[in-house]
């Protein structure tokens, strides 16, 4: 038999192409598929993964008709292999089926996808450097913190630092806020914000190559009004939920722990400037961790809820749910599992609650500021202009992005 024949009667992957778990998706199981040769991430369903996940070059096409046949109570056609294996062919899967020009097309056109995606209106991306070897090194000797050794007694001086910052808010408060502090004081809070945001980022990074996963991208992200490093971990959709999870709290779980040692400052020095500063990371630290665990904005704590409950995308497929719901009643939404049905509607009200809550807190907030710089009048006349630039600007950005749907 020639190495083309069994390629097409006993299909193998090729080596680089690594297949995820289901996750759920506008209320159908989806896989995500990553080609590691080209950067390429596609979706299957749940009938293709079944047969790709077969396709280990040991099995023949009648068996894995009779496997599929077994399981779904549905034999495959002609038509149904041929458009299979179409698939295959466009995206160079199979092993011994390749082609070198095809394969250097699609890894050209992956990068110039994620290029694009660097680069937005209020948010863009600046790479530094492929961390992945780096991690490498790094592995063998960070592998003890992976164990439960060391998690456990980490996550207790987490908890006891949240705890003594909890009780102590008034006092480190009025310690911020009292007195001008001197530039030295102020270069160093930032410059240990900054490690410590880099530190954290490096932890999803590091747990995704603990995984097994690959980190391609460390760099300098601007969304607006900030900027701060990031660290790419798009290999997390092909773990369990459990990793993905672990994955996400990385980060906010490194960060708390690097206030460790401000905390011990905190309460053993004397008075003056490094109490001071240690003052400073510990409220805007655990402020900021704080902040990156809510559930309503795009950060760890948002994704960990997704990955928990094993959603693709919450925030878009709640969207995709209360636009049908609305449109079309219960009925349209009926497809969909009722487990996902009681979270859509549960994390849309709380979105809607949340967002109301803080609009009407900002609102106040900036009106107040307003009216005792330029009088109530002209408070309310700049809060309608700002109110009627933003719907502006949010349309814009909706038919921009619906532009860009294939």
């Keep these: 038999m020639t190495t083309v024949d069994a390629t097409w ?14 996750q759920w998706r506008a209320g159908k199981l989806v896989h995500h598929v990553k080609d590691r040769e080209t950067g390429w991430f596609y979706r299957v369903g749940p009938r293709e993964h079944f047969l790709l996940s077969r396709m ?10 009779a496997e599929y046949a077994a399981t779904y109570r549905r034999r495959l056609g002609p038509e149904n292999w041929q458009q299979l294996f179409g698939m295959l062919h466009r995206r160079q899967m199979l092993d011994g089926a390749t082609d070198p020009a095809a394969i250097a097309r699609l890894t050209e056109s992956a990068a110039e996808g994620a290029a694009k995606t660097r680069r937005g209106p209020l948010s863009a991306r600046f790479p ?25 007694p980490a996550l207790l001086a987490v908890l006891a630092v949240a705890g003594y910052v909890a009780l102590h808010l008034p006092e480190l408060v009025t310690g911020v806020g009292g007195g001008d502090r001197p530039v030295a004081a102020i270069v160093a809070a930032v410059v240990s914000t900054w490690v410590i945001v880099f530190l954290h980022e490096c932890a999803h990074g590091l747990t995704c190559r603990y995984f097994g996963g690959r980190v391609t991208e460390i760099g300098v992200m601007w969304r607006f009004p900030l900027v701060a490093p990031y660290c790419k971990v798009d290999d997390i959709v092909l773990f369990t939920p459990r990793r993905r999870v672990a994955t996400a709290f990385a980060g906010v779980f490194v960060s708390m722990l690097a206030l460790v040692p401000f905390a011990a400052i905190r309460v053993w020095a004397g008075p003056g400037a490094l109490r001071d500063l240690a003052g400073t990371m510990l409220l805007f630290g655990t402020a900021t961790a704080a902040l990156n665990l809510v559930p309503f904005l795009r950060l760890d704590g948002y994704y960990m809820l997704s990955h928990a409950l094993n959603l693709a995308d919450l925030r878009a497929d709640t969207y995709a749910y209360w636009g049908r719901l609305l449109r079309g009643g219960p009925a349209a939404v009926a497809d969909h599992r009722r487990r996902d049905r009681l979270v859509y509607a549960g994390y849309g009200l709380a979105s809607a609650l949340f967002a109301v809550t803080v609009a009407t807190l900002l609102v106040r907030y ?19 202009a700002e109110a009627l630039a933003l719907l502006a600007l949010t349309a814009h950005l909706t038919r921009r992005h619906r532009r860009r749907q294939p």
């Design 128 to 152: 530094l450097f492929d961390p992945d070897g780096l991690f490498d090194r790094l592995l063998p000797w960070l592998r003890p913190v992976f164990s439960w050794a060391f998690v456990l």
């Design 56 to 65: 280990d070059g040991s099995r023949s096409l009648d068996d894995l008709a």
């Design 9 to 22: 009667t006993r299909p193998r992957l090729r080596a680089g192409v690594v297949l995820g778990p289901g």
């Design 366 to 384: 900036w009106y107040v500021s307003l009216a005792g710089w330029i009088g109530s009048g002209w408070a309310i006349t700049v809060l309608v």
